[in-house]
């Protein structure tokens, strides 16, 4: 719990670095009068942490490929292949479990009461059977990401030609500065959230199981609705706690059932100019607001529930055309198959090992520098976010055009 309090508030503090991203983004905008998407193309590939996880993945898929054993017992969906791995093919499963035990130890949501990844296997398996379906190529993608970043350097550069030697001086620093700061968005979420939630979700497995073994709970996930205090409490004194824990999961099923309103009162007045404050405080008021537009994504509208175009905001750039695949939370990643465009209310970093599965990307929620932006332009997968309720609009199965330079999503069919 200490180490997990420890991490949040390092968290918080590492966020502070996306003001890096605004500032250079001001700067191309005023000098070089650059949109903010473009600029964006100077940050492609920068991002390795959310691909690294997919990468490793496409050698198991590649080692796979080649062993029909195993793409048999991938494609069998039956939810036993990790169980029968190792009498299939031992070397596999050996190099399955080296890639659980490396990228496995980080939870899935924010949530502890959810597995980790380690605790899903046949997830995974299901990626790689996804990986080999639709042929992805770790390498070449960064290829050409990279491609994209070194014409975007190179066309900056050119145009600063035409500017004072001060001012090309300062793209050089906001681009180092960038270029550092930028891979931390990816980087603190495992670190110092998903890493710690799965370790602490182990200690309270660990907990839990005892617990059940002494006939305090029924079941050892049961830990998760009993408080810190109350779970060691109770390993002292082996107390019954079977109703406790009734009466709490039913109070959370009626939440759940019963979402809250999301605002109250009047609508708030726009913030006042940032030219009423001191140079230096102005500029940062002004950095600080842009990354939180950009992080949570501002103005959202409901689409009509018959609506055939929605809007949003284009989060990375490309077409592409494909069948609606509704997911709402992490427990659904098993629906996912190669090709489909994914619809989700929000993800978190950990959601990038199934983007090479994924054709496009639709949410609900975020801006340009949400998660899942980040993570669908180091894929090049496009990408819609801020939709408000593409959940609710579109539905399995349909076929729908994904402009992520638009914003737009069009259902065809």
């Known amino acids: 719990m200490d180490f997990a309090r420890a991490?949040?508030?390092t968290h918080y503090r590492l966020t502070a670095s996306a003001q890096t991203i605004a500032e250079l983004v001001f700067f191309l905008e005023e000098v070089l009068q650059w949109d903010e998407r473009r600029a964006f193309t100077l940050m492609s590939g920068l991002s390795k942490?959310?691909?690294?996880?997919?990468?490793?993945?496409?050698?198991?898929?590649?080692?796979?490929?080649?062993?029909?054993?195993?793409?048999?017992?991938?494609?069998?969906?039956?939810?036993?292949?990790?169980?029968?791995?190792?009498?299939?093919?031992?070397?596999?499963?050996a190099a399955f479990e080296a890639y659980q035990d490396e990228f496995g130890c980080r939870a899935v949501r924010y949530e502890v009461c959810d597995p980790t990844l380690e605790e899903v296997p046949d997830l995974t398996l299901g990626l790689i059977r996804d990986q080999l379906a639709r042929a992805y190529d770790p390498k070449a993608e960064a290829d050409?990401?990279?491609?994209?970043?070194?014409?975007a350097m190179d066309a900056a550069r050119a145009e600063l030609l035409q500017h004072p030697e001060v001012q090309r001086a300062e793209f050089e620093r906001l681009l180092?500065?960038?270029?550092?700061?930028?891979?931390?968005?990816e980087e603190n979420e495992f670190y110092t959230v998903s890493a710690p939630?799965?370790?602490l979700r182990y200690a309270m497995l660990?907990?839990?199981?005892?617990?059940?073994?002494?006939g305090s709970i029924a079941s050892r996930d049961d830990v998760f609705f009993l408080t810190a205090e109350e779970q060691r409490a109770t390993l002292a004194s082996h107390s019954d706690r079977h109703a406790l824990v009734s009466e709490r999961r039913a109070e959370r099923d009626r939440l759940i059932a019963a979402p809250p309103v999301l605002t109250y009162g009047k609508e708030a007045p726009p913030p006042p100019s940032y030219t009423v404050f001191p140079k230096d405080a102005g500029a940062n008021l002004r950095a600080v607001f842009w990354v939180a537009d950009r992080i949570f994504g501002a103005d959202?509208?409901?689409?009509?529930?018959?609506a055939t175009v929605l809007k949003g905001v284009g989060a990375a750039p490309g077409s592409y055309t494909g069948p609606v695949r509704i997911i709402r939370d992490e427990t659904e990643f098993e629906k996912i198959r190669a090709g489909d465009v994914l619809v989700c209310p929000v993800t978190s970093p950990v959601?990038?090992?199934?983007?090479?599965?994924?054709?496009?990307?639709?949410?609900n929620t975020g801006g340009i520098l949400s998660h899942p932006a980040i993570i669908a332009r180091e894929y090049r997968v496009p990408a819609v976010v801020a939709t408000s309720n593409a959940t609710e609009v579109l539905r399995d199965g349909q076929v729908v055009t994904v402009d992520g330079q638009a914003g737009i999503v069009t259902v065809s069919a």
Do not use: N
């Not at 050409?144 to 014409?151: A, F």
């Open 7 to 9: 991490s949040l508030l």
């Open 49 to 93: 942490f959310s691909t690294t996880p997919a990468e490793k993945l496409a050698d198991l898929a590649a080692m796979a490929r080649t062993r029909p054993a195993v793409r048999a017992l991938l494609e069998r969906r039956d939810g036993s292949a990790a169980v029968e791995l190792a009498t299939v093919d031992a070397e596999f499963a």
């Open 144 to 151: 050409k990401l990279s491609s994209q970043r070194t014409e």
């Open 176 to 185: 180092d500065r960038v270029t550092r700061c930028y891979p931390v968005r």
């Open 197 to 199: 939630l799965a370790l």
């Open 206 to 214: 660990e907990v839990g199981t005892r617990l059940e073994r002494a």
């Open 300 to 306: 959202m509208k409901d689409q009509a529930a018959t």
């Open 351 to 363: 959601w990038s090992i199934i983007f090479p599965s994924v054709g496009a990307l639709v949410t």
